[in-house]
């Protein structure tokens, strides 16, 4: 059977290692698996979501608020912002879907870094745009405007924090960068780790609000996947002058959010204390990785989410380390094929933490 010929060169998008292959593959029991692979918050979500889940379940049989009225007017008083300059997806990945395919096509171009976010690529290659990619594995601004001025663009992706890597751009050289660029161009600012980024460093912060009243071609894009500890239920939204949003709703199927997913996402929005204590913690035992980086005399990026990139370089194999890992009930993410020797580990809690840098400790004495 024949289909387009540009999805030959889309690779699928690898997601971190479930437990249950673990299970599966090697026998370890569930209790035993450590799962720091996903950035997903290993304190799990607000005690108040799951009660609020358990007394909605009853009405699973019925279809969702198709408008996610609530959730949209909840979102609009935490951001200052009005509800028609929100739109609520399966996750930030369905909108990133949408933004791609409301302005490109196989004429188009489409900018990003060398190291990000994969499925900006994913999504940029099923509408057979051509994809331009920075030098620097980082964020590069300089090179990335080099590319804006060379060949142009229809949409342009910075993911701030950026992911897998973990660094951030402060809000001053972005809005330096973002005064150059055409009113024509669609520019993604992906906030999926800003309550992180934020909370670390006020320089590195972006507030949506700002940022689309000052760039009318800018879309904000957020998650409750992470700091929300909401992965599960698959919810994102974006926030964007009214008349992007109107666009990409065209594009949107129906009931693209689960009643239990909206019901959970407003009720998540309502206990902040859950997620500042999450990112509190995050930080204390970030620094356990630095340290133990640092003693021997590893590189890491200096991370504004809840993950730590550590660069191997000649030291180490990561594909091994990794290997080694999955062996031991632990999950951590390999970066080797981003083009590095690396490993990006989640920020678990103290009880993961101290387990696997102790096995980390053993396998770099080994190796």
């Known amino acids: 059977m024949q289909f387009n010929k540009y999805l030959n060169d889309i690779h699928t998008y690898e997601a971190g290692k479930p437990i249950e292959l673990l299970i599966r593959k090697y026998g370890i029991k569930e209790k035993d698996i450590?799962?720091?692979?996903?950035?997903?918050?290993?304190?799990?979500?607000?005690?108040?979501?799951?009660?609020?889940?358990?007394?909605?379940?009853?009405?699973?049989?019925?279809?969702?608020?198709?408008?996610?009225?609530?959730?949209?007017?909840?979102?609009?008083?935490?951001?200052?912002?009005?509800?028609?300059?929100?739109?609520?997806?399966?996750?930030?990945?369905?909108?990133?879907?949408?933004?791609?395919?409301?302005?490109?096509?196989?004429?188009?171009?489409?900018?990003?870094?060398?190291?990000?976010?994969?499925?900006?690529?994913?999504?940029?290659?099923?509408?057979?745009?051509?994809?331009?990619?920075?030098?620097?594995?980082?964020?590069?601004?300089?090179?990335?405007?080099?590319?804006?001025?060379?060949?142009?663009?229809?949409?342009?992706?910075?993911?701030?924090?950026?992911?897998?890597?973990?660094?951030?751009?402060?809000?001053?050289?972005?809005?330096?960068?973002?005064?150059?660029?055409?009113k024509n161009t669609l520019v993604v600012i992906d906030g999926v780790y800003q309550e992180f980024a934020s909370f670390k460093d006020k320089r590195k912060q972006i507030i949506p609000k700002h940022l689309i009243n000052k760039f009318s071609n800018c879309i904000y894009l957020g998650s409750f996947s992470k700091a929300y500890g909401l992965g599960g239920m698959r919810v994102g939204f974006a926030i964007a002058k009214k008349s992007i949003i109107k666009k990409l709703y065209k594009l949107r199927i129906p009931f693209n959010v689960s009643s239990l997913s909206l019901i959970a996402a407003n009720e998540a929005l309502k206990d902040e204390e859950f997620v500042t204590e999450s990112i509190q913690k995050n930080f204390l035992e970030m620094k356990r990785y630095e340290e133990f980086a640092e003693k021997r005399g590893i590189n890491y990026i200096n991370s504004y989410t809840n993950f730590i990139t550590l660069n191997l370089d000649n030291k180490y194999d990561s594909s091994k380390i990794v290997d080694e890992l999955l062996l031991k009930g632990i999950i951590i993410r390999d970066l080797s094929s981003y083009g590095v020797n690396s490993i990006r580990i989640t920020i678990g809690t103290n009880k993961e933490n101290t387990i696997v840098l102790d096995q980390l400790e053993k396998l770099f004495q080994y190796y």
């Open 34 to 182: 450590i799962k720091l692979a996903s950035n997903e918050n290993p304190y799990g979500t607000s005690p108040k979501v799951i009660f609020k889940i358990y007394a909605f379940a009853k009405n699973m049989f019925r279809y969702p608020d198709d408008s996610m009225y609530e959730l949209k007017e909840a979102l609009a008083r935490k951001f200052y912002v009005h509800n028609s300059n929100i739109l609520v997806g399966a996750g930030s990945d369905q909108l990133i879907d949408l933004c791609v395919r409301a302005k490109c096509n196989e004429s188009s171009k489409i900018l990003m870094a060398k190291t990000t976010f994969s499925m900006y690529e994913i999504c940029a290659k099923q509408t057979n745009a051509k994809v331009l990619k920075t030098k620097d594995h980082t964020h590069n601004l300089e090179q990335l405007y080099s590319l804006y001025k060379k060949y142009g663009a229809d949409l342009i992706f910075l993911c701030l924090p950026n992911n897998p890597l973990g660094e951030a751009l402060d809000k001053k050289e972005v809005y330096t960068f973002l005064r150059k660029i055409d």
